[in-house]
């Protein structure tokens, strides 16, 4: 098939999109897609959307491509071009502004009007141009209605359509949306409502700690948004082992749960076939099927309910909650270690032990979760005990191992 | 839907050139720039013989139009279903909007569909009325290109008062935190907006003559062993960031992370949490940083317990 800078949908191009920017060393061979023409088409469309930040880099024996984006310098997430260059047909573009024009002066049509005044008006202005059917535009109609560009009102037998009414002061929103559309999960439609301005919005805000790569994940996400109001079980499709292999999972969607510093997102959901709350990859699904309503959400939401105080991250409750505390050298000048323990500790609690000595403790399912947050305070490290030996074991073994990797003496610990 | 031609760039492109048509000032020239400017590089490719070839019945070769009204959509079902989720959110008080025309729009989510499982806990009073005129305040001096009267307490609690020309406003997801970017120094020069007390307008400056605050950058190199799934865990995290890597051998990689030189320290943690997966590799000083956490918790060693 020829090639197209639009798309038919975004799973695709959302893998490639992911390669390049997130790890940005592979050659055209190691991406490991279906063929090398696939691979050259996507690298043209990225290309032809993100010439800006797109790289090469040539090694000795192979070329890689690479996106390099800072999330700080950078007003406005390039990712949403995904979500812009859907493929249409020649009647979709027509239809969509004849009928827009047809039905800017505010008065309803019928169909056969509608009809009529596209021949008359728009069609005879073309030299031969392919005739627009009627199932065609009552299709579009249709499409249109749904998603609300068009309202439908019935006058005795007969539909019209119109236009809706714009009543929402679009001009007092453009600061919010700018600012939503980049600081908020689904902000690719704040995007879309950027588009409408005449002018662009004023260089106002950046953003830090931003992940842009949310963004390839928006469909999946108003989805899953979509079931979890609904109340809905769903089956999932997961993608996993680097993307070749397909599972389906059927589960009941609860809530979304968002890593401001990891780069994930998950749901957090029941699972049938487990019996029990599982935080799934949103990145790692593909498809989301709606299946029935679920009677027991609000027991599976209390469920979740009950668990979280004791979650610390995305781990869900196995077994007993283990205990663990650690205590931390903290000299009364450095008060801002303190104040890091109180904004970044997520469940348990914080005491003073003496002038020197901070005690953190919580009880959490999985220790294991907190360990990167626990290096963070190698330095001051007093004591740290664990009721999962395995745990306190490892951050150990791990601290002994930097040790040596930065040229530290073998038995020092 | 989101993924829908109606919120094309192309739709949008060709919607500015209808604009541009019956305003009466077009030509290929026109349309091209228009193009690039609302669609993508290639796009120009496609569009123009679509347009001149009589497929899409929107203009003919002459570039004359049957379309009598500049293109104006509606707002879709989803967009008003967004705006409304955004009044639930806690920092919509922070502008000055009109809620009118959504009485009664279906919210698309609520803030309680979401969990920010490690954001930070002491994220800034965004219902807080001084807070609030604070940032309108800001918000009005960008429009007007005024300077600010700001007194604000320092990290050292100390009182501090300045005349500062505003550059832009960054929020952090993970901090759940304004801060107001200076322009007018060598170096850009933060101030967290929970910490004013004050802020007043003050003079206009000249737009043209800004000085762009420039972020001094810093680099970081480290070698990453792909253990414990580090090497995707690595990745994404610092997604964030500038970075470019390089494959070294099967499971080791090399990693060049660009950063702003104000922080440091906040890098340092983020690879001190990946522990011996990442391995520092220069500049010296950054090794020395790590080197002295090392030594201080080894300091330490003569408490632990294993």
């Known amino acids: 098939m020829a090639y197209n800078e639009l798309i038919k949908d975004v799973s695709r191009i959302r893998d490639y999109l992911r390669e390049f920017f997130v790890y940005g060393f592979k050659s055209r061979e190691q991406v490991g897609t279906k063929s090398t023409r696939s691979y050259d088409n996507e690298k043209r469309r990225i290309e032809s959307w993100l010439s800006d930040y797109m790289s090469f880099r040539q090694d000795a024996n192979q070329k890689t491509v690479f996106l390099i984006l800072d999330s700080r310098h950078i007003a406005h997430n390039p990712f949403y071009t995904a979500w812009k260059a859907a493929s249409f047909t020649k009647n979709d573009i027509n239809l969509h502004f004849i009928l827009l024009d047809i039905l800017a002066d505010k008065n309803p049509r019928s169909l056969t009007e509608l009809i009529e005044s596209i021949d008359n008006d728009y069609m005879a202005f073309f030299d031969c141009p392919d005739e627009i059917d009627v199932s065609t535009l009552r299709k579009k109609l249709k499409e249109y209605t749904e998603i609300g560009l068009i309202n439908r009102i019935q006058e005795g037998k007969q539909h019209l359509y119109l236009l809706p009414d714009n009543e929402i002061p679009l001009d007092l929103w453009k600061d919010a949306v700018t600012f939503f559309s980049e600081g908020n999960p689904l902000g690719v439609i704040g995007s879309f409502i950027l588009d409408k301005y005449k002018e662009p919005p004023l260089p106002i805000f950046s953003f830090k700690h931003q992940y842009f790569l949310f963004a390839l994940d928006d469909g999946i996400l108003l989805d899953l948004l979509s079931s979890i109001h609904d109340k809905k079980q769903v089956e999932l499709e997961t993608a996993t082992d680097h993307r070749r292999r397909h599972r389906k999972i059927i589960a009941v969607p609860l809530k979304i749960y968002i890593s401001t510093q990891g780069g994930r997102q998950y749901v957090a959901a029941y699972v049938s076939s487990k019996k029990r709350i599982q935080f799934i990859r949103i990145d790692a699904i593909n498809k989301v099927k709606p299946l029935d309503t679920c009677c027991e959400f609000a027991f599976y939401q209390d469920m979740l309910k009950d668990d979280m105080p004791h979650v610390w991250g995305v781990s869900p409750a196995f077994h007993e909650p283990s205990h663990i505390e650690m205590t931390l050298n903290i000299d009364p000048k450095d008060a801002h270690i303190i104040n890091r323990l109180k904004r970044e500790k997520r469940s348990g609690n914080i005491s003073q032990i003496s002038e020197t000595e901070w005690k953190f403790s919580a009880d959490v399912y999985d220790p294991g979760e907190m360990i990167p947050w626990l290096r963070t305070f190698i330095g001051r490290i007093c004591s740290l005990k664990c009721t999962d030996r395995r745990t306190q074991q490892l951050f150990w073994e791990d601290f002994d191992t930097l040790n040596k990797m930065y040229g530290g003496n073998e038995n020092a610990l | ?306």
Request: glycine share 4%; proline share 4%; aromatic share 10%.
């Open chain 2, 1 to 306: 839907m989101l993924f829908s031609e109606v919120y094309s760039a192309y739709f949008n492109a060709i919607a500015a050139i209808i604009t541009d048509t019956l305003e009466g000032e077009i030509n290929e020239k026109r349309i091209v720039r228009i193009i690039r400017d609302r669609a993508f590089s290639e796009s120009v490719l496609s569009i123009i013989p679509s347009l001149k070839n009589g497929d899409w019945l929107i203009m003919d070769k002459n570039f004359n139009t049957p379309i009598k009204n500049k293109p104006s959509m509606p707002l879709t079902i989803l967009q008003k279903r967004w705006l409304k989720a955004l009044l639930l959110d806690p920092r919509i008080r922070l502008f000055d909007i009109c809620v009118s025309g959504l009485e009664h729009v279906e919210p698309l989510f609520t803030p309680d569909d979401f969990v920010y499982f490690d954001r930070y806990l002491d994220g800034d009073p965004f219902t807080d009325e001084s807070y609030i005129l604070h940032f309108r305040t800001i918000l009005k001096a960008f429009y007007e290109q005024r300077r600010l009267n700001i007194e604000y307490r320092n990290r050292h609690n100390k009182s501090v008062n300045g005349r500062f020309i505003p550059y832009r406003l960054e929020y952090s997801s993970k901090d759940d935190k304004f801060r107001l970017e200076t322009a007018g120094g060598r170096y850009a020069a933060y101030i967290n907006l929970s910490r004013i007390k004050s802020c007043t307008l003050a003079e206009n400056y000249e737009g043209e003559r800004l000085i762009i605050p420039k972020r001094q950058e810093a680099l970081v190199q480290f070698t990453l062993k792909n253990e414990r799934n580090a090497l995707e865990r690595v990745m994404l995290h610092f997604s964030d960031c500038r970075k470019e890597t390089r494959r070294l051998d099967d499971d080791t990689y090399d990693v060049k992370l660009t950063y702003e030189a104000l922080d440091e320290t906040e890098i340092l943690i983020r690879i001190l949490s990946f522990g011996p997966m990442l391995k520092v590799t220069g500049p010296e000083h950054f090794i020395g940083l790590i080197r002295e956490r090392i030594r201080m918790q080894l300091a330490l060693s003569g408490t632990i317990k294993i």
